[in-house]
C-alpha cells in the first residue's frame, strides 16, 4: 500500500483518501483496514471496538503488507482481523468489531425526530 493507493469507499465507490496520517499511524492503517474487510461482508458497520497490540515498531519508508479479514458474523455484530508486516516481521496486529448499521431505520429516526414525514435522502 502506497499514497495513492485507491480504496473502496461508501458502497463499492472508489476514492483516494489522505493516508499520510495513515502511515504515521498503524492503528488508524489497521481501523481503515479492519473496515476495508467488513465492508465486503454481507453487513456494513461502523468500528464499535478497536484492539491493536504492536508487537514491533512499524518502519516508515518501506513497503508494508497489511492483511484483513472476517472472522465471523454473529447478528448485527462483525468480527474482523488485521496484520502488519514487515516482511516476515509481524509489526502489529488488531481485532475489531463492527457493528452493523440499517442506514434507512436510521434516516426514518432522525426524520421522525426532526418532525418530517419525508425518509428520503437529500439530493
Avoid at 462483525?78 to 475489531?96: K, M, Q, R
Wanted: hydrophobic share 35%.
Amino acid at each position: 500500500m502506497n499514497a495513492r493507493t485507491r480504496l473502496p469507499g461508501p458502497r463499492g465507490v472508489a476514492q483516494v483518501r489522505p493516508l499520510r496520517r495513515i502511515f504515521r499511524d498503524p492503528s488508524a492503517a489497521l481501523d481503515e483496514l479492519l473496515g476495508m474487510a467488513q465492508s465486503l461482508s454481507d453487513k456494513s458497520g461502523m468500528t464499535g471496538t478497536l484492539t491493536v497490540r504492536y508487537r514491533r515498531p512499524t518502519p516508515l519508508h518501506k513497503e508494508l503488507s497489511f492483511t484483513a479479514w472476517v472472522d465471523r458474523v454473529e447478528g448485527r455484530k462483525i468480527f474482523t482481523t488485521g496484520t502488519i508486516h514487515d516482511g516476515e516481521t509481524l509489526c502489529a496486529e488488531a481485532e475489531g468489531v463492527f457493528i452493523s448499521v440499517d442506514f434507512a431505520a436510521m434516516q426514518a429516526m432522525q426524520a421522525r425526530e426532526r418532525g418530517r414525514t419525508d425518509t428520503s435522502a437529500p439530493q
